[in-house]
């Protein structure tokens, strides 16, 4: 009697590639854990190992999370790179015994999530609707959203430059502040980008 081949992965590690039944070279995404602040570093290593091992056909691409944000520094417009899941990246790659090892023994990198031994594959639509968040973010950067309703501000730029108010409403879908601006002395509400307020 010859067993079913094996679908889900049951010992320390995937699926041994010394089986007679030669695995399907299917690239799936899976969330790879790495130490916060270095996920560069982890990906970095990912890629070094896999070309040293020769096992470029078994994976794709390795993905870290973020976005640009502009903020205001000193005065000054930055623009930054936030993470979207800091300590986590996404490998594009085919589960066997030996890609497991590739990752799990990479230095700055912890292992698999959702388990160890057998990690769910995450969903491609799930992948792709992450990547257009992503390019979204490098096409238009977006402000960082450091105001809250009562804040005292003072504008910075536009026609009510110099003017001081209070954020009556934050729009951060908008990128957008609903300031009350003191007016000739009354208190008239302005709509303006984060970028052009700044905390008192």
Do not use: C
Request: hydrophobic share 35%; glycine share 6%; net charge positive.
């Amino acid at each position: 009697m010859v067993d079913e081949p094996v679908k889900k992965l049951k010992d320390d590690a995937p699926q041994s590639e010394g089986s007679t039944t030669q695995p399907e070279k299917v690239l799936k995404w899976y969330v790879v854990h790495t130490y916060s602040g270095y996920e560069e570093k982890a990906k970095k290593a990912l890629l070094d190992r896999i070309k040293a091992n020769k096992m470029e056909d078994y994976f794709g691409e390795v993905l870290i999370p973020s976005e640009n944000v502009v903020e205001i520094v000193k005065g000054k417009k930055k623009t930054s790179n936030r993470r979207f899941f800091p300590g986590y990246i996404l490998v594009r790659m085919v589960l066997t015994n030996k890609t497991w090892h590739v990752v799990k023994n990479t230095p700055k990198i912890t292992g698999f999530i959702g388990s160890s031994t057998n990690p769910p594959a995450v969903p491609d639509e799930e992948v792709q609707r992450l990547t257009s968040q992503i390019d979204e973010g490098k096409l238009r950067a977006k402000p960082s959203v450091k105001f809250s309703m009562g804040d005292s501000v003072r504008v910075i730029d536009g026609p009510f430059a110099n003017f001081n108010g209070v954020v009556e409403e934050v729009k951060p879908e908008k990128g957008k502040v609903r300031v009350l601006v003191s007016i000739f002395g009354r208190s008239t509400p302005v709509e303006l980008d984060f970028l052009q307020v700044e905390k008192n």
